[in-house]
């Protein structure tokens, strides 16, 4: 069975850009969550989408969205990019025992 | 809200020695909590997770952890490190909070196995 998949793999963008980040879970699952991993730290909670509506939202500024579609997949958009938005992105999809399962991560360069 | 603590943000152990990596949570709901493993330039890869049944979990790699409620940890340990052990681990929590399930992770434990 496929894992949760991401793409693209890399980004390279500039401040003041946008991106979209785009995930698909593993087959069955309804529910996806969004986190940011900055080099260093542990991964910090953007966003979680249960068929298709927004379940928790974290401590993220308005630049910050996301959606989920019918078949599950999740795209996260950030606007105005800054310095610090450069991180590895991380979509997860969660189980029946509200397990988490990651995918590979979208590196995100702000330059 | 919940909250973690990983104690030590570097672990060397010697390739055959005992792995032990510590993390303390705070919760003010039953939480579930668990253990990813991360290699460079990877996601996340799921240890082990403990979600109230049994508390002392065994995961994948001959990991496992014992929840104490009484000392609110759920510390990571392998009777015998491997080369191939060498990795970020992180301890996170969930629980239910206006019906989402969020992970807070700690800020990780990177383990080195010397040969």
């Known amino acids: 069975d496929a894992g949760v998949t991401q793409s693209p793999t890399h980004l390279i963008k500039t401040r003041g850009q946008q991106v979209t980040l785009r995930c698909s879970p593993i087959s069955g699952h309804k529910s996806v969550s969004w986190y940011q991993q900055v080099l260093g730290q542990g991964p910090q909670f953007i966003f979680q989408y249960y068929e298709k509506e927004e379940r928790g939202r974290g401590n993220f500024p308005d630049r910050f969205s996301a959606r989920q579609f019918p078949n599950y997949s999740s795209e996260l958009n950030v606007n105005a990019l800054l310095l610090g938005d450069s991180a590895l992105y991380l979509c997860?999809?969660?189980?029946?025992?509200?397990?988490?399962?990651f995918g590979p991560g979208t590196r995100l360069t702000v330059l | 809200a919940q909250s973690v603590t990983q104690l030590g943000s570097h672990v060397s152990v010697s390739e055959g020695a005992l792995v032990l990596l510590r993390c303390n949570y705070s919760s003010s709901v039953p939480p579930y909590l668990f253990w990813y493993v991360q290699y460079p330039n990877q996601g996340l890869q799921l240890l082990l997770k403990?979600?109230?049944?049994?508390?002392l979990v065994k995961g994948i790699n001959g990991f496992e952890a014992e929840f104490k409620k009484s000392e609110t940890s759920f510390h990571l340990t392998k009777p015998s490190a491997h080369m191939r052990d060498a990795a970020e681990y992180f301890c996170?929590?969930?629980?239910?909070?206006?019906?989402?399930?969020?992970?807070?992770f700690g800020s990780g434990t990177r383990l080195q196995v010397q040969p």
């Open positions: 996170a929590v969930s629980a239910m909070d206006t019906g989402r399930r969020a992970l807070t």
């Open positions: 997860a999809s969660t189980g029946q025992m509200d397990e988490q399962f």
């Open positions: 403990y979600t109230s049944a049994a508390t």
